[in-house]
């Protein structure tokens, strides 16, 4: 496994376990096995409704808290107070005494009161390194200007046919880290057939999915893969053993469409 140094000296895996929308009911045996196949970063967040079964997978797995980094998100709080009471609850369905990255989800609500919140916190020891998710130029930048603690990262929409570049340059000039969602595109607009895609994962002899996932990695950017199957897990770990070069970079780099194929943000 690779790390990523985030600006606090907090390290951070590289790569990750995503669970959205894994139901609750196999989330506890999903990470399990993920975490038994190498993982040590797992994604969750409260509005997942799974946080309780990844903790609990967690601490069954007999890997000791400190090499594991968990992350969760916010999600509908409002004011100072009411985020005070939602990190405590996270920490309690979690049943961790700290976790590892809190984000808040999206620019929802008084994000600067939430902030303050989470950098309240930290002060207090209870998250190890706070951020946000879907915070695009003009949010990140708002609150950029109000914060005491510069996020440490911004978890965002980034797959190989939406790469974020001028956020990515933003974020780097400011000291926050960028991290995938969907590094895999959820599998959307024919991603595992993509022509230039299959070309670069034969001419590598790896899969599309970890050409994918190399493309991000290879740049520093922190990635969170969802799969329910171990043998995709297992294959999506296995990105460490190979480089791309500067070739078949700049072709993927060509694959960006300058558009959402989610439409969230
Ligand atoms: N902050 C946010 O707002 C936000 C939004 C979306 C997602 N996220 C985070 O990002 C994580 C990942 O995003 P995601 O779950 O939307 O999508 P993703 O990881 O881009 O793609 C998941 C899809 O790819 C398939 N897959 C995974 N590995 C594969 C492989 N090696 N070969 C073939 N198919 C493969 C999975 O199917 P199988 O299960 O069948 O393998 C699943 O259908 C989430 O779980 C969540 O933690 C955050």
Known sequence: MEYVTLNNGVRMPVLGYGTYQTPPDITEKCVSEAISLGYRSIDTAQCYGNEKEVGTACKKSGI????????????????????????????????????????????????YEIYGAMEKSYKDGKLRTIGVSNFLEENYLKLINHCKIIPAVNQVETYVFRQQQKLRELECQIGTKHESWSPLACGKNNIWHNPVLVQIAKSNSKSVSQIALKFLIQQGIMAVPKSIHAKHMKENLEVFDFDLDAEDMQQIRKLEIGNSLFGWW
């Open 64 to 111: 000791a808290r400190k090499e594991l980094f968990i992350t969760t998100k916010l999600w509908g709080c409002h004011s100072y107070q009411d985020t005070l009471r939602s990190i405590d609850s996270s920490l309690k369905r979690l049943n961790m005494d700290y976790i590892d990255l809190l984000l808040i989800h999206e620019p929802t609500g008084d994000i």
